[in-house]
């Protein structure tokens, strides 16, 4: 028969034709401890009755590339780091664009920003080769909105633009941190007169824009009712 091996799970063909799978924890399987720590090319035995088999195997360091796209975090334009057991903590690595109004939202496996890197646990990314991750920027809207980012979808919660007595459109944007804007909340832009009967904060907006590509799709009650 021969005998051949993958990530820990054997196959063994047999002459008459048949094939029988064994994992590394089956009793008929014996074998040398795997040595993980130590960089290079190493060999094991693996036993399987009478048969033996030699297999070469190469441990080494896994790199995590950090490309800034366009900007740069204590003056670099990228970071490589080592991934200690395949792991990468990204806690604390938060590249600036506050001087040309974006914020970091995230990291890419892409640089057109289309695969955004999912953690299985926060901020910590677990990779099995050489990997580049690419930053993604948007336009920094927390002081215009309120909003909540909702299976992957950004919900617009509030207008709050603090300069809104300058303002006079309502820009209504494509997206938010680089989730697309689909749904604008009720009272968006709605408050109850004063008992005084004031003038609502909103009284001197007289338009609202959408972005061309906008993809809202609900609008809610009273949502632009002071407008």
């Known amino acids: 028969y021969s005998f051949a091996f993958c990530y820990r799970l054997f196959s063994v063909d047999f002459n008459d034709s048949s094939k029988k799978e064994l994992t590394m924890f089956d009793s008929s399987i014996t074998y040398d401890s795997f040595d993980t720590d130590t960089l290079g090319t190493h060999e094991i035995v693996i036993k399987y009755k009478d048969f033996k088999k030699t297999i070469s195997y190469n441990v080494k360091l896994i790199y995590l590339t ?42 890419f496996y892409d640089k057109k920003l289309t695969k955004r890197v999912n953690f299985t646990i926060e901020n910590e990314l677990t990779i099995s080769d050489d990997t580049t991750i690419y930053a993604g920027y948007d336009v920094d809207y927390t002081k215009d909105f309120q909003y909540e980012i909702i299976d992957g979808e950004a919900v617009l919660k509030k207008f709050i633009k603090v300069d809104y ?20 909340d009720d009272n968006f832009a709605y408050e109850e007169e004063d008992i005084w009967g004031g003038f609502s904060k909103y009284y001197n907006i007289t338009a609202i824009e959408f972005d061309k590509d906008s993809t809202v799709k609900f609008i809610g009650k009273r949502a632009f009712q002071n407008l």
Do not use: H, M
């Open 165 to 184: 007595e300058d303002c006079n459109t309502i820009f209504i944007p494509k997206t938010v941190d680089l989730y697309p804007v689909t749904k604008i």
């Open 66 to 107: 950090l490309d800034y796209n366009g900007y740069s975090l204590d003056g670099e334009k990228s970071t490589r780091i080592v991934a200690e057991k395949n792991v990468v903590s990204l806690a604390n690595i938060v590249p600036n664009a506050s001087q040309d109004g974006y914020k970091f939202v995230g990291w």
